[in-house]
């Protein structure tokens, strides 16, 4: 059977469908099922993803490859009834118009302007006359022509948009014209003649005048485009695995250029920022796709199309609703008028912002057009941090207003609000991001070349372009604050006008995502409030499918209640180390610390006593009913004394020591390794009665509570045990103290004692540790860094070059390492259940808030993932899609 690389659609069929999304792309796959639809799709082909495999290895496309492209655009001319580089009719009908394609990537993910575009394909000095006398507009056919020199000038000889871009400028300043639409016939002839002289000196090739040629040359680029910084970047930002390659779809051109009945235009069948059902959009008359979408020109409402051409919005709603229901949602529609006719030329599952995902997936199963568990699998769990952002607190942005700081207005095209530094370039977004700046990219539009600078920055800010443009676009799909089409603003002399006021780069601005409102400083901002219904109704579908457990890692009554209110079901982690760092605790801690004899110990440890009851009872009644884990004290003492003069000598005065005993003993405190030192289980271990304070503490706590009448669930977790024997020590003083206590208050409360699995020892012994430990907890900050031997502290300079040379796939202290820590935890976790089979699994690493760990931790059959209680949307989420996915 002969081998198929590319594939026809148009005429009401196609050769493929969207169930070929990984061999004709997401653009190829839908232009094909729009093509059985029977929708008005102009004809054309895709060449396959793997044909892009074929040219990265070799650099060519193999002779039968070529052959096949051959005979694909023979049927794109028996489709049209025109020819690639004729300007003879082919038939009554096309008046001699010659056959024009478009070029275009289509990998089978979206990456919205990575890979490069080539319009307007086929023409050159003879068929420009002719496109020109079929159309009857001669300066159609030449601005058809400039942008056919631009675009292969840019794309496929690798000159670059800003030289055409120049010439263009120039052009307009000379005719002092605002738009090009203003330029005559003669401005364009200049433009053509200058573009082609500026491809030959910097090319040292002419522009190709064989529209053959040109196709070959076209497609070759576009494969080529897979692997350019930009599209790099953009993969190595969505881990998007560079081995997809990309598909090219070459279509033949409509023209929303063409006279004063055409247009180009993007359409979204619901809000991409709100959610909100209905059609939504932009469009421009007299323009080709590239302007709206490269936000060169703002465009008009969609509204105002009903008004340009009713029927043709009527007809618009008409086919977008069709492609909503039959993709099952909500869809981006590229979209074509020229002479009247419509022209649908590219649909996609629209990038939103994540309030719309989560309004859009609960309306559409609520509607019946999906079920609950395609709505639950549609949100991406990370897109819910988006709904954490901060906004604008209401009074100061009054004072702002009141203030004269208002400097005017755009669209709101990305979510949340911030405020930070200006800068006007991508490499200067770059540089003060790297300095710890937060960063505002102002640009008249962005391009795909910003994208390091996109990624850079916290917010963008453009002075044109719509809310399909690219910036936009990528503000929705990368979660960035963004507004755009901010016509009060112009970028000049070293900064940023807004009539009147000027700001200079690196000062403060502040943008509002929600309302498109832009300000001079800062402003602060609030807390968002309770999450929405749609994303309670989400997460509730969510909880019905997911087999984790979902905690919190909190370490006060405050952060419990929070954490209660986001869905935890638990405290997976209560740091007590924190507790001592409140008013009126650090004091007794440091007694204890610069104790001489163990009485002076015990009295220290007396005043901490209440202390710590306290902060644990306050933690059982917010969690009645849920288990509460308390991690016995585990960083190193050090960190508890003071080691400049000032705290040393306010340390001194407040513990009667003289300041030269006190600087003695903190400097003995020192380690040359503390987190490889004196800390957890060792703590308890050489100072036993620390151990047996805190555990006497919790104890009392949960009698406390218990005697109020609710109920307590306490487990108790030895930190950094490396050997069975050092749990096995600690948990004589705890089962003694919690004897103590039940014998003295006459109650007895059910408790475990477990250990945190964080030393590779640990993992590796776990069948020996889980004889004593009721559960495990995964410690994974610390395993990983002990598993890598790298400090977690410390490693960010090297970790950014390794993750540059691609050394290590992603971040370890952010997503689990499956081959090296996820192999010690599986096997921790099939040892430990196999010495003891109820043994409690979880997670409280800060990997428990990471959607692809939590699907790691799904796998190892964990009970439960502890995060914090900001995380604890997507980790419910998260958890759902890995049992679905499971399943």
């Known amino acids: 059977m002969e081998t198929r690389n590319v594939y026809l659609f148009g005429g009401g069929g196609a050769d493929g469908g969207r169930e070929q999304r990984n061999l004709l792309g997401g653009k190829g796959a839908n232009l094909a099922e729009m093509a059985r639809l029977e929708l008005p799709v102009p004809p054309g082909f895709t060449v396959s993803t793997e044909v892009c495999g074929v040219f990265s290895s070799t650099g060519a496309i193999p002779h039968a490859i070529q052959e096949e492209i051959a005979r694909a655009v023979g049927f794109i001319e028996a489709q049209m009834g025109a020819r690639l580089g004729s300007a003879e009719p082919a038939c009554d009908a096309c008046g001699g118009a010659p056959l024009l394609l478009s070029v275009r990537s289509g990998a089978r993910v979206s990456m919205p302007g990575m890979m490069d575009t080539v319009l307007n394909l086929g023409l050159n000095d003879d068929t420009v006359e002719a496109l020109a006398r079929s159309s009857g507009d001669r300066r159609f056919a030449l601005d058809c022509y400039r942008r056919l020199c631009a675009m292969y000038g840019a794309v496929v000889l690798g000159i670059g948009d800003e030289p055409f871009d120049e010439l263009l400028a120039e052009r307009k300043r000379a005719r002092r014209a605002a738009s090009d639409t203003e330029l005559g016939e003669t401005d364009l002839e200049e433009i053509i003649a200058r573009s082609k002289a500026l491809i030959l000196e910097r090319a040292g090739v002419p522009l190709p005048q064989e529209p053959s040629a040109q196709l070959a040359a076209a497609i070759a680029a576009v494969f080529r485009s897979w692997n350019n910084s930009r599209a ?21 051109m409509v023209f929303g250029n063409q006279g004063d009945q055409s247009a180009t235009g993007v359409a979204f069948t619901r809000d991409p920022s709100t959610g909100a059902s209905g059609l939504v959009g932009e469009f421009l008359p007299g323009a080709q796709g590239e302007d709206v979408v490269a936000g060169i020109r703002t465009p008009l409402p969609l509204e105002a199309l009903a008004r340009w051409n009713a029927a043709i919005h009527a007809e618009l709603q008409r086919g977008c609703l069709r492609l909503e229901r039959h993709f099952g949602d909500a869809q981006d529609v590229e979209f074509t008028v020229e002479r009247g006719k419509l022209y649908f030329l590219q649909c996609r599952s629209a990038k939103l ?15 019946g057009l999906i079920g609950k568990e395609d709505a639950v699998q549609r949100v991406e769990a990370s897109a819910l941090d988006q709904l954490q952002r901060p906004g604008f607190d209401r009074d100061a942005l009054e004072e702002a207003r009141a203030g ?51 990624i850079a920055a916290a917010a963008l800010l453009t002075s044109t372009g719509g809310m399909t443009s690219h910036a936009a676009l990528v503000a929705r799909q990368m979660g960035k604050v963004a507004v755009v089409g901010c016509a009060a603003m112009s970028l000049e002399g070293g900064g940023a006008r807004f009539g009147a006021n000027f700001l200079g780069e690196g000062e403060l601005i502040s943008v509002d995502g929600g309302t498109g409102d832009v300000f001079a400083g800062p402003i602060a901002t609030r807390a968002r409030g309770e999450h929405d219904e749609h994303l309670r109704t989400l997460l509730g579908w969510a909880d019905g499918f997911r087999k984790l457990g979902v905690r919190a890692n909190a370490d ?20 007590t180390e924190h507790m001592f760092f409140g008013p009126g605790k650090i004091e007794p801690m440091r007694e204890m610390i610069l104790a001489r004899t163990g009485e002076e110990r015990a009295a220290a440890l007396e005043k901490l006593l209440p202390l710590q009851r306290k902060d ?31 705290g040393i000598a306010r340390l001194a005065a407040s513990s009667g020591l003289p300041v030269e005993e006190v600087r003695r003993r903190a400097a003995a405190l020192a380690e040359t390794n503390p987190m490889l030192g004196l800390r957890g289980c060792r ?10 304070m805190q555990a006497r503490a919790v104890f009392e706590a949960a009698c406390e509570v218990a005697l109020e009448g609710l109920e307590v669930h306490p487990q108790i977790m030895v930190p950094l045990v490396a050997d069975e024997s050092e749990l096995q020590q600690q948990r004589h003083l705890i089962d003694a103290a919690a004897n103590a206590v039940f014998l003295d208050r006459g109650l007895r409360i059910r408790y475990h004692v477990g250990t945190m699995i964080e030393v590779p020892r640990a993992a590796l012994t776990a069948g020996e540790v889980a004889a004593t430990a009721e559960f495990f907890s995964f410690g994974t900050n610390d395993l990983t860094q002990m598993t890598y031997g790298l400090s977690r502290d410390d490693v960010a300079p090297l970790l950014g070059r390794y993750l540059k040379l691609g050394l290590f796939p992603a971040d370890p202290f952010a997503t689990l390492d499956r081959d090296g820590v996820g192999a010690l935890m599986r096997l921790a976790s099939e040892s430990g259940r196999a010495a003891r089979p109820d043994l409690e699994l979880g997670i409280c690493g800060e990997h428990g808030g990471d959607p692809a760990s939590i699907a790691l931790c799904h796998e190892l059959g964990l009970d439960y993932v502890s995060c914090s209680p900001a995380r604890l949307p997507v980790a419910r989420l998260a958890a759902a899609h890995a049992a679905l996915r499971k399943t």
């Open 353 to 367: 912002a994540a309030a719309a995902a989560v309004r859009i997936a609960v309306e559409m199963a609520q509607e």
């Open 683 to 692: 703590l308890g271990i050489t100072h036993p009665e620390i151990t047996s």
């Open 232 to 252: 790099i970047t953009y993969r190595k930002a969505h881990a998007i695995p560079q081995e997809w390659g990309t598909a090219v779809t070459v279509q033949a």
């Open 556 to 575: 006060d009554a405050a952060q419990a209640v929070a954490a209660r209110a986001l869905g935890a079901e638990g405290i997976g982690l209560c740091r």
């Open 404 to 454: 004269g700081r208002w400097l005017g207005a755009g669209l709101a095209a990305g979510p949340g609000a911030v405020s930070g530094r200006l800068a006007l370039t991508p490499a200067a977004a770059e540089r003060m991001a790297a300095a710890g700046e937060t960063v505002v990219l102002a640009r008249a539009q962005t391009s795909p070349e910003d994208i390091r600078g996109m």
């Open 616 to 646: 644990f009872a306050d933690l059982f009644r917010a969690m009645a009913g849920l288990p509460v884990t308390i991690r016995l004290l585990d960083p190193p003492l050090h960190e508890f004394v003071p080691h400049d003069e000032a």
